[in-house]
């Protein structure tokens, strides 16, 4: 651990919002040379903190005292915080579609010739100093390119090259990883390790905390809206249980729930679905899976290949262009070409990117919960208030979401909870096959157990569900056969109880397909 002086100090920061205390007294040291990890479930208070750093909410609106460098500063926007040397990389992504990947790094930062208003953009300069940048992060993009084309995991990469194009004391990074896969994830980390060779210090706040305990030097545990303890990895204090602990108040002596119920006969079969990106380019080749009832079936594979795709296509063709493929369900052919017959089929379909896809951030809790199933609050196309907020209600309970009540707007919840609300609306709409892409993505140990528990449910129900994450210890942990695909196609699938990491590994870096027959000899 680093025994430099402080970079930043947060003494007693307390934030209201209408109705809710999200920060109590919250106090946070970070030293020069240091990567200091911020942890709590979500809710906790972090990225609320981190706004308060940044400026986003700007000084008068909260009490307590920001030091940084030993000065103290009253930051009344962003502005003020970059120029104290903070870079922030927030966990909503603040990038402009439709300009080009250069452009979004460089944005308000711009690299110029000359001065004053004859000043114009010097882009021969902004595109080699991207491309740089762009190496530093380990993605491989055209600078030029419209950042629109690019995946959520790339755009995440983009995010970090326009942070640290600009200089830097103190880099804050807020679920960075959350949307990267596990060799983007590790370079990321080696990353911060160089920042900190450097003099640089970084602050993760990160739900993953094998990577937490990876790297940090010292964590701040934050649990509802105080800082709890700072533990010291110099010491010994830094391991998963330990914060585990201090996150929730209670240790979690199981990860994953046991499973209950039996798995039955083939609820839905996919045979040969083949995609095309917009572009023609092909996205998924050939690839063909079984789901069983009350069976929980996990997709594993690399950023690239094709399991969004895949999952979007077969809910009712909402990516690409479908070129071929079958699904049955119960052994009889249904054609789902859009997302209302996706729906009347029974086939629900969780997003990865929740926020675009997933919810009406301006609507309130109450109708992102009932939106897939109004004609149980309704009749003959007429709704039914009372029995919304009723319903709402009860799902809300069941689901632990933490808000006012089910008239706030679901964009004001944290990221947890939001994710919360989008499982629940299939809940409520009872599907017999439930698609779920990276559900527990940016959302803590607490709130992952809560979503788990949701699953064994829905499938403890005869439901069966199709598990897509890039964590492969979820998937082992949740999983009773996991397929893998790679560049895609479908190269295999292995049973929980004969899989591990570096078996699923090996199918998801094997290109080809693999060979027939070879999923039916392997059933589990």
Known sequence: MSGGAAVLRMRGIRKEFPGAVALDGVDLDVREAEIHALTGENGAGKSTLVKVLSGVHPHGSYTGEVLVGGEPRRFAGTADSERAGIAIIHQELALVPQLTVAENVFLGNERVRGRGPLATVDWGRTTVEARRLLARVG?????????????????????????????????????????LNEEESDNLLRLLLEFKARGIASILISHRLNEVVRVADRVTVLRDGRSVETLDAARGEVDEERIIRGMVGRDLENRYPPRTGEVGGVRFEVRDWTVDHPDRRRAVQGASLTVRRGEVVGLAGLMGAGRTEFAMNLFGRCYGRYVRGTLHKDGRRVRLRDPGEAVAAGVAYVPEDRKELGLLLDAPIRENLTLAALDRVGRRGVLHAAREVVAAEELRTRMRVKCRDVSQPVGELSGGNQQKVVLGRWVFARPDLLVLDEPTRGVDVGAKYEIYQVIRELAAGGAGVLLISSELPELLGMCDRIYAMCEGRVTGCLPASRADQESLMRLMTRTGAAPTGETERRPG
């Open 139 to 179: 993605l491989d993009a055209d600078p030029s390119a419209p950042v629109a084309g690019l995946g959520v995991g790339h755009r995440q990469l983009v995010e970090i090259a326009k942070a640290i194009a600009k200089p830097v004391r103190l880099l804050i990074l807020d679920e960075p990883t959350s949307a």
